[in-house]
Protein backbone atom coordinates (compact mmCIF):
# COMPACT_ATOMS: atom_id res chain seq x y z
CA UNK A 1 0.00 0.00 0.00
CA UNK A 2 0.80 3.56 -0.62
CA UNK A 3 1.43 6.42 2.00
CA UNK A 4 -1.25 8.42 2.42
CA UNK A 5 0.31 11.67 2.82
CA UNK A 6 -2.57 13.67 3.53
CA UNK A 7 -3.07 11.56 6.86
CA UNK A 8 -3.17 13.27 10.52
CA UNK A 9 0.04 13.26 12.00
CA UNK A 10 0.72 9.81 14.87
CA UNK A 11 0.18 11.18 18.22
CA UNK A 12 1.53 10.04 20.95
CA UNK A 13 -1.18 9.87 24.04
CA UNK A 14 1.81 11.00 26.60
CA UNK A 15 2.39 14.28 24.69
CA UNK A 16 0.87 17.32 26.04
CA UNK A 17 -1.22 19.43 24.66
CA UNK A 18 1.27 21.91 23.49
CA UNK A 19 3.10 19.38 21.85
CA UNK A 20 0.24 18.11 19.46
CA UNK A 21 -0.17 21.86 19.21
CA UNK A 22 3.01 21.88 17.78
CA UNK A 23 2.93 18.35 16.15
CA UNK A 24 -0.15 19.87 14.30
CA UNK A 25 1.09 23.09 13.26
CA UNK A 26 4.34 21.13 11.40
CA UNK A 27 1.38 18.84 9.38
CA UNK A 28 -0.29 21.93 8.62
CA UNK A 29 2.76 23.83 7.42
CA UNK A 30 4.01 20.47 5.72
CA UNK A 31 0.55 20.32 3.83
CA UNK A 32 0.67 24.25 3.08
CA UNK A 33 4.18 23.61 1.29
CA UNK A 34 3.26 21.21 -0.68
CA UNK A 35 0.17 22.68 -1.99
CA UNK A 36 1.68 26.00 -3.00
CA UNK A 37 4.63 24.13 -4.14
CA UNK A 38 3.17 22.36 -6.66
CA UNK A 39 2.33 25.40 -8.34
CA UNK A 40 3.35 24.84 -12.11
CA UNK A 41 4.11 28.30 -12.31
CA UNK A 42 3.93 32.22 -10.49
CA UNK A 43 0.65 34.02 -10.72
CA UNK A 44 0.61 36.85 -13.60
CA UNK A 45 1.71 39.92 -12.53
CA UNK A 46 -0.69 43.08 -11.73
CA UNK A 47 -2.60 44.38 -14.72
CA UNK A 48 -1.39 47.86 -15.33
CA UNK A 49 -3.33 51.05 -14.48
CA UNK A 50 -4.91 52.08 -17.23
CA UNK A 51 -3.82 48.64 -19.22
CA UNK A 52 -6.59 46.02 -20.77
CA UNK A 53 -9.04 48.11 -22.66
CA UNK A 54 -12.38 46.50 -23.53
CA UNK A 55 -13.49 46.44 -27.46
CA UNK A 56 -16.01 48.32 -27.97
CA UNK A 57 -18.14 45.60 -29.10
CA UNK A 58 -17.46 43.05 -26.62
CA UNK A 59 -19.11 45.48 -24.27
CA UNK A 60 -22.44 44.43 -23.23
CA UNK A 61 -24.13 46.63 -20.40
CA UNK A 62 -22.37 49.91 -18.52
CA UNK A 63 -23.44 51.28 -15.19
CA UNK A 64 -22.15 53.50 -12.54
CA UNK A 65 -23.22 53.01 -9.08
CA UNK A 66 -22.96 55.49 -6.90
CA UNK A 67 -22.11 55.18 -3.20
CA UNK A 68 -24.26 53.57 -1.12
CA UNK A 69 -26.09 52.04 -3.40
CA UNK A 70 -26.25 48.18 -5.02
CA UNK A 71 -26.33 46.87 -8.56
CA UNK A 72 -27.30 43.28 -9.51
CA UNK A 73 -26.34 41.51 -12.96
CA UNK A 74 -26.92 38.40 -14.66
CA UNK A 75 -23.12 37.28 -15.69
CA UNK A 76 -23.43 34.34 -18.15
CA UNK A 77 -20.53 31.74 -18.94
CA UNK A 78 -18.03 33.12 -21.09
CA UNK A 79 -18.63 36.81 -19.79
CA UNK A 80 -17.04 38.93 -17.40
CA UNK A 81 -17.82 41.72 -15.23
CA UNK A 82 -15.44 44.78 -15.15
CA UNK A 83 -15.66 46.45 -11.87
CA UNK A 84 -13.61 50.23 -11.59
CA UNK A 85 -12.94 52.04 -8.59
CA UNK A 86 -12.92 55.76 -10.19
CA UNK A 87 -12.36 57.65 -7.56
CA UNK A 88 -9.63 55.60 -5.33
CA UNK A 89 -12.60 55.92 -2.23
CA UNK A 90 -14.68 53.15 -3.32
CA UNK A 91 -14.70 49.34 -1.74
CA UNK A 92 -17.06 46.69 -3.47
CA UNK A 93 -18.81 44.09 -1.40
CA UNK A 94 -20.21 40.77 -3.76
CA UNK A 95 -22.15 38.36 -3.37
CA UNK A 96 -23.61 35.77 -6.01
CA UNK A 97 -25.42 32.45 -6.40
CA UNK A 98 -25.45 29.88 -9.30
CA UNK A 99 -28.64 31.06 -11.71
CA UNK A 100 -29.67 27.35 -12.55
CA UNK A 101 -29.51 26.65 -8.66
CA UNK A 102 -29.58 29.38 -6.16
CA UNK A 103 -28.40 26.76 -2.87
CA UNK A 104 -25.18 26.73 -4.75
CA UNK A 105 -23.20 30.32 -4.23
CA UNK A 106 -19.80 31.85 -3.54
CA UNK A 107 -17.56 30.40 -0.47
CA UNK A 108 -14.84 33.12 0.93
CA UNK A 109 -13.50 30.06 3.34
CA UNK A 110 -13.22 27.41 0.44
CA UNK A 111 -11.64 30.05 -1.72
CA UNK A 112 -9.11 30.49 0.68
CA UNK A 113 -8.58 26.97 1.81
CA UNK A 114 -8.19 25.72 -2.04
CA UNK A 115 -5.57 28.20 -2.89
CA UNK A 116 -3.95 28.44 0.60
CA UNK A 117 -4.48 31.78 0.60
CA UNK A 118 -6.70 34.91 1.44
CA UNK A 119 -5.04 36.88 -1.22
CA UNK A 120 -6.91 37.73 -4.32
CA UNK A 121 -5.19 39.17 -7.21
CA UNK A 122 -5.00 38.05 -11.24
CA UNK A 123 -4.62 34.80 -11.60
CA UNK A 124 -6.71 33.49 -8.35
CA UNK A 125 -10.56 32.22 -8.45
CA UNK A 126 -13.18 32.54 -6.23
CA UNK A 127 -14.97 29.41 -5.49
CA UNK A 128 -18.69 27.67 -4.55
CA UNK A 129 -19.33 26.09 -1.69
CA UNK A 130 -19.82 22.71 -4.02
CA UNK A 131 -16.45 22.80 -4.95
CA UNK A 132 -16.54 24.32 -8.33
CA UNK A 133 -15.40 27.51 -10.17
CA UNK A 134 -17.86 30.48 -9.80
CA UNK A 135 -15.57 33.39 -11.30
CA UNK A 136 -12.13 33.75 -12.18
CA UNK A 137 -9.64 37.50 -11.60
CA UNK A 138 -8.41 37.29 -15.21
CA UNK A 139 -7.35 41.61 -15.06
CA UNK A 140 -6.80 42.78 -11.69
CA UNK A 141 -4.47 46.39 -10.68
CA UNK A 142 -4.94 46.29 -7.08
CA UNK A 143 -4.17 42.93 -5.31
CA UNK A 144 -5.90 44.74 -2.48
CA UNK A 145 -8.99 42.91 -1.52
CA UNK A 146 -10.65 41.48 1.20
CA UNK A 147 -11.75 37.64 1.69
CA UNK A 148 -12.12 37.57 5.54
CA UNK A 149 -13.49 40.60 7.35
CA UNK A 150 -16.97 41.19 5.13
CA UNK A 151 -19.14 44.37 4.52
CA UNK A 152 -20.52 46.53 6.83
CA UNK A 153 -24.21 46.60 8.53
CA UNK A 154 -26.49 48.30 10.33
CA UNK A 155 -24.61 48.68 13.70
CA UNK A 156 -20.74 49.16 12.44
CA UNK A 157 -22.38 51.58 10.18
CA UNK A 158 -24.04 53.57 12.82
CA UNK A 159 -20.68 52.83 15.34
CA UNK A 160 -19.01 54.42 12.55
CA UNK A 161 -20.85 57.39 11.69
CA UNK A 162 -23.00 58.25 14.67
CA UNK A 163 -26.04 57.43 12.88
CA UNK A 164 -28.03 54.95 10.24
CA UNK A 165 -26.57 55.11 6.76
CA UNK A 166 -27.00 53.09 3.80
CA UNK A 167 -25.02 49.57 4.69
CA UNK A 168 -24.18 46.67 2.75
CA UNK A 169 -25.90 44.27 4.59
CA UNK A 170 -29.14 45.94 3.94
CA UNK A 171 -28.10 46.24 0.27
CA UNK A 172 -27.53 42.62 0.08
CA UNK A 173 -30.87 41.97 1.89
CA UNK A 174 -32.79 44.18 -0.61
CA UNK A 175 -31.31 42.93 -3.67
CA UNK A 176 -31.84 38.97 -2.77
CA UNK A 177 -35.19 39.90 -2.26
CA UNK A 178 -35.98 40.87 -5.63
CA UNK A 179 -34.67 37.22 -6.66
CA UNK A 180 -37.13 35.70 -4.35
CA UNK A 181 -34.30 35.25 -1.58
CA UNK A 182 -33.53 35.67 1.53
CA UNK A 183 -31.37 36.19 5.02
CA UNK A 184 -30.38 32.80 5.09
CA UNK A 185 -29.57 32.54 1.81
CA UNK A 186 -26.95 35.49 1.95
CA UNK A 187 -23.47 33.84 1.97
CA UNK A 188 -20.46 36.10 3.38
CA UNK A 189 -18.61 38.20 0.55
CA UNK A 190 -15.71 39.39 -1.23
CA UNK A 191 -14.40 43.04 -0.76
CA UNK A 192 -12.52 44.02 -3.78
CA UNK A 193 -10.13 47.60 -2.99
CA UNK A 194 -10.10 47.17 0.84
CA UNK A 195 -6.35 46.74 1.73
CA UNK A 196 -6.85 44.52 4.43
CA UNK A 197 -4.50 42.56 6.19
CA UNK A 198 -2.92 41.34 9.20
CA UNK A 199 -0.75 42.84 11.60
CA UNK A 200 1.55 40.52 14.33
CA UNK A 201 -1.26 40.19 16.71
CA UNK A 202 -3.50 38.62 14.30
CA UNK A 203 -5.87 41.59 14.38
CA UNK A 204 -7.41 43.13 11.10
CA UNK A 205 -5.49 46.54 9.93
CA UNK A 206 -6.53 48.96 7.31
CA UNK A 207 -3.63 49.85 4.58
CA UNK A 208 -5.21 53.00 2.93
CA UNK A 209 -1.87 53.58 0.80
CA UNK A 210 -2.77 51.15 -1.33
CA UNK A 211 -5.97 52.34 -2.28
CA UNK A 212 -5.71 54.20 -6.20
CA UNK A 213 -8.25 56.10 -8.08
CA UNK A 214 -8.41 53.70 -11.53
CA UNK A 215 -8.00 51.01 -10.29
CA UNK A 216 -10.01 47.71 -11.52
CA UNK A 217 -10.98 44.00 -11.05
CA UNK A 218 -12.32 41.94 -14.12
CA UNK A 219 -14.04 38.97 -13.19
CA UNK A 220 -15.07 36.22 -15.65
CA UNK A 221 -17.78 33.72 -15.00
CA UNK A 222 -17.26 29.95 -15.56
CA UNK A 223 -21.05 29.47 -14.30
CA UNK A 224 -24.27 31.40 -15.49
CA UNK A 225 -24.34 33.66 -12.49
CA UNK A 226 -26.63 35.94 -10.41
CA UNK A 227 -24.43 38.70 -8.68
CA UNK A 228 -24.70 41.79 -6.56
CA UNK A 229 -22.17 44.44 -6.01
CA UNK A 230 -22.94 46.73 -2.61
CA UNK A 231 -20.70 50.15 -2.96
CA UNK A 232 -20.27 50.95 0.68
CA UNK A 233 -17.46 52.31 3.33
CA UNK A 234 -16.18 49.19 4.63
CA UNK A 235 -16.43 48.39 8.02
CA UNK A 236 -12.57 49.42 8.62
CA UNK A 237 -11.98 52.63 6.64
CA UNK A 238 -11.24 55.06 8.94
CA UNK A 239 -11.89 57.76 6.78
CA UNK A 240 -14.72 60.24 8.15
CA UNK A 241 -17.27 60.89 6.94
CA UNK A 242 -17.37 57.82 4.97
CA UNK A 243 -15.27 57.07 2.19
CA UNK A 244 -16.75 56.75 -1.35
CA UNK A 245 -17.47 57.69 -4.70
CA UNK A 246 -19.29 56.01 -7.55
CA UNK A 247 -18.13 53.11 -9.54
CA UNK A 248 -18.21 51.89 -12.97
CA UNK A 249 -19.58 48.36 -13.76
CA UNK A 250 -19.10 47.10 -17.23
CA UNK A 251 -19.89 43.65 -18.08
CA UNK A 252 -18.29 42.14 -21.67
CA UNK A 253 -17.85 39.47 -23.83
CA UNK A 254 -14.36 37.44 -23.05
CA UNK A 255 -15.19 34.51 -24.73
CA UNK A 256 -14.40 30.87 -23.07
CA UNK A 257 -12.15 29.87 -20.99
CA UNK A 258 -8.84 27.90 -22.91
CA UNK A 259 -7.29 25.17 -21.94
CA UNK A 260 -3.84 27.24 -20.78
CA UNK A 261 -5.50 29.63 -19.14
CA UNK A 262 -3.35 31.10 -16.29
CA UNK A 263 -6.07 30.88 -13.69
CA UNK A 264 -6.90 27.21 -14.78
CA UNK A 265 -3.51 26.00 -14.71
CA UNK A 266 -2.54 28.30 -10.97
CA UNK A 267 -2.53 24.89 -9.38
CA UNK A 268 -4.08 20.95 -9.60
CA UNK A 269 -6.84 21.55 -6.82
CA UNK A 270 -7.98 24.46 -9.43
CA UNK A 271 -7.17 22.71 -12.52
CA UNK A 272 -9.82 19.65 -11.14
CA UNK A 273 -12.30 22.11 -10.03
CA UNK A 274 -12.24 23.60 -13.76
CA UNK A 275 -13.18 20.47 -14.68
CA UNK A 276 -15.74 19.66 -12.22
CA UNK A 277 -17.06 22.93 -13.30
CA UNK A 278 -16.90 21.75 -17.00
CA UNK A 279 -18.65 18.66 -16.87
CA UNK A 280 -22.11 20.71 -16.04
CA UNK A 281 -21.51 22.27 -19.69
CA UNK A 282 -20.27 19.19 -21.48
Known amino acids: MGVNTNAC ?3 DWGMTKSEIADANRRRYEEMRAAGQGATPKVLPPATALGGAPIAPEAVLSRESVPFGWYHSLRLRRGEAVRIADESGRSSVSLIGWCERDTSERINCADTAKVQWSAALSKGRVILTDMGRIFLSLIEDTSGAHDLLMGGSTPSSAL ?3 GEATRNTQDNFLAA ?10 IPPCVTFFAPVSLDAGGRFVWNGSRKRAGDFVDLRAEEDLLLVLSNCAHPLDPARPAAGGPITVTRHRVGATPADD ?3 TASPEITRA ?3 TEQLHA
Open 9 to 11: PVL
Open 159 to 161: AAY
Open 176 to 185: AAKLGLGLRD
Open 262 to 264: FCR
Open 274 to 276: FEV
